[in-house]
């Protein structure tokens, strides 16, 4: 059965951290891209950064760089995403994602979703 667990969601104050965890299960975790991605209120689903399966490489959205650090254990089968500098804008529900296995042409990967976390940016 897979799962996707995240953590780590929460209340905070602008310019504060936080870090999401994703726990993943059922699925060979070291062949799946893990991505994040966030939904506000009446916003359409967006990516907020991913990391390779191949090389563990990292990509974000214009508006986390410099303050958001993506990472991945495949010990754990976890990733982790620390969220530093925080600012209203970032509130929303975080999802993760992972999309494998990469040995599968793209047309036929798996695509499995968290239930998503919430993180609030508020004074």
């Known amino acids: 059965q897979v799962q996707l667990v995240e953590s780590g969601g929460g209340l905070v104050q602008p310019g504060g951290s936080l870090r999401l965890s994703c726990a993943a299960s059922g699925f060979t975790f070291s062949s799946y891209h893990m991505n994040w991605y966030r939904q506000a209120p009446g916003k359409e689903r967006e990516l907020v950064a991913g990391?390779?399966?191949?090389?563990?490489?990292?990509n974000y959205v214009d508006s986390v760089k410099g303050r958001f650090t993506y990472s991945r254990d495949n010990s754990k089968n976890t990733v982790y995403l620390q969220m530093n500098s925080l600012k209203p804008e970032d509130t929303a529900v975080y999802y993760c994602n992972a999309v494998g296995p990469t040995f599968y042409v793209t047309s036929r990967r798996n695509n499995y979703w968290g239930q998503g976390t919430q993180v609030t940016v508020s004074s």
């Open positions: 990391i390779r399966a191949t090389d563990g490489s990292t």
